[in-house]
């Protein structure tokens, strides 16, 4: 196996495990503010389970990075070392930018989530500002589609 090959499959590794790992924290902190909020406030359940899901969207984006990159064609033998080397630095890109967004984003909705139990009106603000640092991982996201579409 050539050092390319290994290269871009170090970069999808890498977009898998961070943007998951960015997942796994925001959902977890978001997830704790909610049981939180429920010893306070149990009739905004729906809206608590919302918010602590939305940092895991990231993850996703990690995901549908790594199957745009598999269904290209391009990981084979013949690969380049360009090639490699763009699909580790698209990995590496978006992994790091799904990981910090999702764990900003988890908290901003930890905090929202405390507001809503605390009894303010606080569901449709904490989404709308909770959008802001995902729109980095969309934007990464649609960087390795187009990075991934050149080569």
């Known amino acids: 196996m050539g050092a390319a090959i290994i290269l871009a499959y170090l970069g999808l ?42 940092a895991g969207t990231q993850g996703l984006y990690g995901f549908g990075g790594f199957f745009i990159i598999n269904t290209s064609g391009i990981l084979n033998e013949s690969i380049t070392m360009l ?37 303010f009106d606080l569901f449709g603000k904490t989404m709308v500002l909770a959008v802001f640092p995902e729109l980095y991982a969309i934007i990464s996201f649609a960087a390795t589609f187009l990075i991934v579409s050149g080569l």
């Open 83 to 119: 090639q490699g080397i763009s699909i580790l630095a698209c990995g590496i890109a978006l992994g790091v930018v799904c990981l910090v967004s999702a764990i900003k984003q988890g908290q901003i909705c930890a905090h929202g989530i405390s507001g809503i139990g605390s009894g």
């Open 13 to 54: 590794a890498l977009m898998i495990a961070l943007s998951g790992i960015g997942s796994a924290v925001g959902v977890s902190i978001a997830g704790s503010a909610s049981i939180g909020a429920l010893k306070k406030n149990s009739n905004a359940f729906g809206s608590y389970m919302l918010l602590s899901a939305l």
